[in-house]
Nanobody, 126 residues
Framework: QERLVESGGGLVQPGDSLRLSCTASGRTLRTYSTGWFRQAPGKEREFVATINWPGNTDYADSVKGRFTISRNSAKNTVDLMMNSLKPDDTAVYYC????????????????????WGQGTQVTVSS
């Protein structure tokens, strides 16, 4: 059974860093695109970052320059390194995987992703 599990969330202060990990079982992440999304209280879930099969990455404007998505094929994980965190980054963070194998596309829409994790809470507060 395919499954994604997020980890690494927590409570941090503004300006701190956190590394989130998305660990897959039953699926080899490096052969799919993996995205990170987040949902803040009272808001819709939004795109954060994505990495595709060749390793190309893209980010939402709100996190560009602060967040880095990367893949560890040996561990079958996709990480999201979050630096210079702000209170506006507070949200539940979800990782997701597309259904298309070996695709060179870059995917920003939730509908492009068919396998989702349960989410991990990130709270940025002083």
């Amino acid at each position: 059974q395919e499954r994604l599990v997020e980890s690494g969330g927590g409570l941090v202060q503004p300006g701190d860093s956190l590394r989130l990990s998305c660990t897959a079982s039953g699926r080899t992440l490096r052969t799919y695109s993996t995205g990170w999304f987040r949902q803040a209280p009272g808001k819709e879930r939004e795109f954060v970052a994505t990495i595709n099969w060749p390793g190309n990455t893209d980010y939402a404007d709100s996190v560009k320059g602060r967040f880095t998505i990367s893949r560890n094929s040996a561990k079958n994980t996709v990480d999201l390194m979050m630096n210079s965190l702000k209170p506006d980054d507070t949200a539940v963070y979800y990782c997701a995987s597309t259904k298309s194998l070996y695709s060179r596309g870059t995917y920003y829409l939730q509908g492009d992703y068919t396998l989702w994790g349960q989410g991990t809470q990130v709270t940025v507060s002083s």
